[in-house]
């Protein structure tokens, strides 16, 4: 079974630009997270899709927003991009709701200049 | 909110030695742990899990160990090869209810393998 994949790998925007990644999950998995990876603040939740609804959301600011097809591929988005949004993004999936273990993908390395 | 405590941050061993990383989490509800091995570039990679209905945890050269009392949780490398040299990342989460689906992770351990 092939992991799961994003795109793009790498990106780099200017300050006030907006951004979309993408995820696609594993094959037959139907849940979506996202995470945000930064040195300083480590591996942070940003939100959870399940069958095309947010289920959960993390302590980010609404300039971070997502959303889950009914392939249940997901896309996230930033607008009006910081400086601090510098990150690597982490996109994860699981089969269902009754599932434990999560599988990550190799994540969007985002730089904003 | 849940909290995840990990220690050491940095972890050197010989190879061959065993490796020890320690967890604390602050959530009672807290019902699942997985331990994840993130290489240079990639993503976190899931190595080894354990419930809180159950104490212990081995595959091959890994296992895990719960103290549900202490809410604490330890990852232990045997054997340690240099494949091993990675960050390891604990987590914790209560089990995946409705709008609980989300991981709290560790700060995260850097494991060198000395050859």
Redesign the interface.
């Known amino acids: 079974k092939a992991g ?1 994949t994003q795109t793009p790998r790498y990106l780099i925007k200017t300050r006030g630009q907006q951004v979309t990644l993408s995820c696609s999950p594993i094959s037959g998995h139907r ?1 979506v ?1 996202w ?1 945000q990876q930064t040195p300083g603040q ?4 940003l939100f ?1 899709y ?1 069958s095309e609804t947010q ?2 959301k ?1 302590n980010f600011p609404g300039r971070f927003s997502g959303r889950q097809f009914s392939n249940s591929r997901s896309e996230m988005n930033v607008s009006t991009l910081e400086l601090g949004d510098s990150a690597l993004y ?1 996109c994860a999936s ?1 089969s269902d ?11 969007t390395r985002l730089t904003v200049t | 909110g849940e909290n995840v405590e990990q220690h050491p941050s940095t972890l050197s061993v010989q190879e061959g030695d065993s490796a020890v990383i320690k967890c604390t989490y602050s959530d009672s509800a807290s019902n699942y742990f997985p331990w994840y091995k993130q290489e240079l570039g990639k993503g976190p990679q899931l190595i080894i899990d354990i419930r809180s209905n159950v104490g212990e945890k081995k595959d091959q050269r890994i296992a895990v160990t719960l103290n549900k009392t202490a809410k604490h949780f330890s990852l232990h490398i045997t054997e340690t090869q240099p494949e091993d040299s990675a960050v390891y990342f604990c987590a914790a989460s209560n089990g995946w209810s409705f709008g609980n689906e989300k991981l709290t992770f560790g700060t995260g351990t850097r494991l060198t393998i000395i050859p």
Not at chain 1, 42 to 45: K, S
């Open positions: 799961v849940s997270s995470y480590g591996l942070q939740f959870e399940f289920r959960n993390g982490l699981k709701s009754s599932s434990y273990e999560q599988y990550f993908g190799p994540g």
